[in-house]
């Protein structure tokens, strides 16, 4: 069974502080990973994927991956109050069915103005 | 374009009635999927498609068909609905299997049986 485990928080910071949310998974095989953000009572949009070790920046937002440790963050820089949603983690294996995304449960963020 | 739609927004059942909730891409995407949410869960994979005429079951499919006869249409058919189904249901599509593709959601269907 492979999983994807997140800290459901909720998480709160102070407007322009730094974000930070965590996620592991348990399947080694995992090929790439994305960030998808998603607002109460409406669908996941993509924030960003990674899937090489090491830092990935996109305006305000950075994915971190280590594969050794099988632990991908996702960093907000300067956080903003409609930065607030709730954040998914979702990893894609390696092989056959490998289009199939598994999510976790999900971190809320609040961002306090 | 207008990416993945959905109907209906909202919908409330009966116990034991059925339904049908559709999907349709405009993107020329090969893959579909459905996905349900429970709430303060993450999603959970219940059919997907590969392309028209190929389907396949998720992580948790019972209760629930699927067809696809279209590239563009994927409907989801609830056939005795049962309270365990009160849900949102999101529909999602993607171009390719290549590593990073995107999955593109529609805005979901809310159901709850009652």
């Known amino acids: 069974q492979k999983e994807v485990e997140q800290n459901s928080g909720p998480l709160s910071v102070p407007e322009g502080a730094i974000a930070s949310l965590n996620c592991t998974y348990s399947?080694?095989?995992?090929?790439?990973f994305f960030w998808y953000r998603q607002y109460s009572g409406k669908s996941p949009e993509l924030i960003m994927f990674?899937?090489?070790?090491g830092d990935k920046e996109d305006g305000r937002f950075t994915a971190q991956l280590n594969k050794a440790s099988q632990y991908v963050s996702l960093l907000i820089r300067d956080s903003q109050p409609s930065d607030s949603a709730t954040y998914l983690c979702?990893?894609?294996?390696?092989?056959?069915?490998?289009?199939?995304?598994?999510f976790g449960k999900g971190t809320k963020l609040s961002v306090i103005p | 374009n207008a990416g993945v739609t959905q109907t209906p927004k909202f919908r409330i059942l009966k116990i034991g009635q059925s339904m049908t909730l559709q999907c349709t891409q405009d993107m020329n995407h090969n893959y579909m999927y459905w996905y349900r949410q429970d709430p303060g869960m993450g999603l959970k994979l219940i059919y997907y498609s590969v392309g028209a005429g190929i389907t396949d079951k998720g992580e948790v499919p019972n209760g629930y068909n699927v067809s696809r006869s279209t590239t563009e249409d994927f409907p989801l058919r609830l056939e005795l609905a049962a309270p365990s189904q009160t849900s949102v249901y999101f529909c999602a599509s993607s171009s390719t299997d290549e590593v990073g593709d995107t999955q593109y959601f529609g805005p979901g269907t809310r159901l709850t049986v009652l």
């Open positions: 990674i899937y090489s070790n």
């Open positions: 979702a990893v894609r294996a390696r092989g056959a069915g490998s289009y199939q995304l598994t």
């Open positions: 399947d080694r095989g995992s090929q790439s």
